[in-house]
């Protein structure tokens, strides 16, 4: 008989486990295919280092091929599935297409940028979810210091050296306070004239930084930054962005060149196209991460709303550690349900805690409800993240004893162009470069 054929779509904290636990407990009497537009695992949560430089950018990654033993990685992203006829359709990175017929299906796609109708947005801000933009952030926040340093005008050097972060969850918290110790470190190798100082602001609608997360965990983080000089405006946005700066929804204009928008995330729209039930953009599926009345198509992480059976009558929240657990029961009861595994079980998860990364030593934390501050929640995020990355632990942790011994090195790549990173993520066509020649400059191209 031949072997049934499984096609997980995306390698990321769900779709990455759920290959890995398939592949352990099938040991090849299934062919397991894994569809993903990149060769590589990324452990998005130290995003925000890479940016900052404290870790070197393949320290985040985790190659699919080399861990993945057994599971047929095939480069590209689905553009459409086509569920009665049991197939998706894909582009891979250099244009061609193809399709891969399944018997089990699981859709683990995750999410891209939020885009508001903000006049100008879409235009002049950056988005941080991936490499590219981590790369291009520290390109190009460095070479804004190198400019501001050569200007005569301090009114210009000024607006080169101010940064406006919109939304105040752990992405643009944790890029705010990474990337204002960086600029720190920056202005003391390039002087600014007329002593100005880089100025980092932390915008957001709601009333606290980090709204989503627990009270005391905003708290310290919100000390944190303000200690450092960093401006936190709560109950504040973005109203309008051009090439020169930002108009605030409180009515200040702020020249800048610098807007990074962390203002969240919505399911990846290939989920749309399925033609299924969503909860806000999320594809439902039931307790054991199956589509209703689908019993050959599962997903999880970011991409599915998965009941919360610890709060009944809600979802899961979009955070890694949901993600990476319901991989695994994903690639559980894949199995189950080719008999080649155990019964099929629930998902069922309680937070273990949160912990948010505030550059240097400082963090803010939560692990198992206990409260943390300062380098003892520093200690336990770097700690917890050394034991939550699925490799590299040793590189990673090599970086970080190396960036707190020696002088952190700012130089600037150019690997990565401002047209390149748009913020639009879902439409990958955007950052296409057709024929190898280079699409012209957006408003948002550095001069
Ligand atoms: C900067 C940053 C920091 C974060 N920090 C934290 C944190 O500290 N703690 C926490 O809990 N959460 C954090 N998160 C959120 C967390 O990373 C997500 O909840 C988690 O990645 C969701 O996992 P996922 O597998 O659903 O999706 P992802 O990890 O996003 O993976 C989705 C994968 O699918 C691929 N894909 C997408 N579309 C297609 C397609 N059409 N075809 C094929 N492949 C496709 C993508 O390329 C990607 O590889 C952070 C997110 C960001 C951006």
């Not at 636990?21 to 295919?33: G, M, N, S």
């Not at 960093?230 to 020169?244: F, I, N, P």
């Not at 803010?364 to 380098?375: C, D, H, K, Q």
């Amino acid at each position: 008989m031949s072997r049934p054929r499984v096609v997980i779509i995306g390698a990321g904290f769900a779709g990455y486990r759920c290959a890995r636990t398939l592949a352990r407990i099938t040991r090849d009497r299934a062919d397991i295919t894994l569809l993903n537009p990149t060769d590589y695992f990324l452990y998005l949560p130290l995003l925000p280092q890479v940016a900052a430089g404290v870790l070197e950018a393949r320290r985040v990654t985790v190659s699919l091929p080399d861990t993945l033993r057994g599971v047929r990685l095939v480069l590209g992203g689905a553009d459409g599935v086509d569920l009665d006829g049991r197939t998706v359709h894909y582009s891979d990175p250099e244009g061609g297409a193809g399709s891969l017929g399944y018997d089990r299906l699981v859709l683990a796609v995750g999410s891209v940028n939020k885009l508001l109708p903000v006049p100008g947005v879409a235009e002049h801000a950056h988005g941080f979810r991936g490499l590219p933009e981590a790369l291009y952030l520290r390109d190009h926040v460095t070479r804004q210091v190198e400019l501001a340093a050569a200007e005569d005008d301090p009114g210009r050097s000024a607006a080169r050296c101010t940064f406006v972060v919109v939304g105040a969850g752990y992405t643009g918290t944790e890029v705010a306070a990474q990337m204002q110790m960086l600029t720190d470190r920056l202005v003391r190798r390039h002087p600014l004239p007329g002593g100005v100082r880089p100025r980092w602001m932390l915008l957001d609608v709601a009333p606290r930084v980090l709204p989503e997360l627990d009270e005391r965990l905003s708290r310290t983080a919100d000390r944190v930054l303000r200690a450092r000089g960093v401006e936190v405006r709560t109950g504040t946005s973005v109203k309008e962005a051009t090439r020169d700066g930002v108009l605030l929804t409180d009515g200040e204009s702020v020249a800048s060149r610098t807007l990074v928008w962390c203002v969240g995330v919505r399911p990846d729209p290939l989920v749309e196209t399925v033609g299924q039930p969503l909860e806000r953009g999320r594809l439902i599926v039931d307790p054991y991460l199956q589509l209703p009345g689908r019993t050959d198509v599962f997903a999880c992480g970011d991409a599915a709303a998965v009941p919360d059976l610890e709060r009944p009558g809600e979802f899961t929240p979009m955070t890694a550690q949901h993600a990476w657990r319901q991989g695994r029961v994903a690639g559980e009861n894949v199995a189950g349900s080719l008999g080649l595994g155990r019964r099929r079980r629930p998902y069922r998860h309680r937070d273990l805690g949160f912990a948010v990364d505030l550059g240097g030593v400082r963090a803010a934390a939560n692990p198992f409800g206990v409260p943390l501050s300062g380098p003892a929640a520093g200690a336990v995020t770097r700690g917890y993240h050394l034991a939550a990355l699925p490799g590299n632990r040793v590189r990673v942790a090599a970086d970080w004893l190396l960036d707190a011994l020696l002088p952190r090195q700012g130089v600037q790549l150019g690997l990565v162009r401002a047209w390149s990173v748009p913020l639009d993520t879902a439409s990958p066509e955007l950052a296409r470069v057709p024929d190898g020649s280079q699409p012209s400059a957006q408003a948002g191209d550095e001069p």
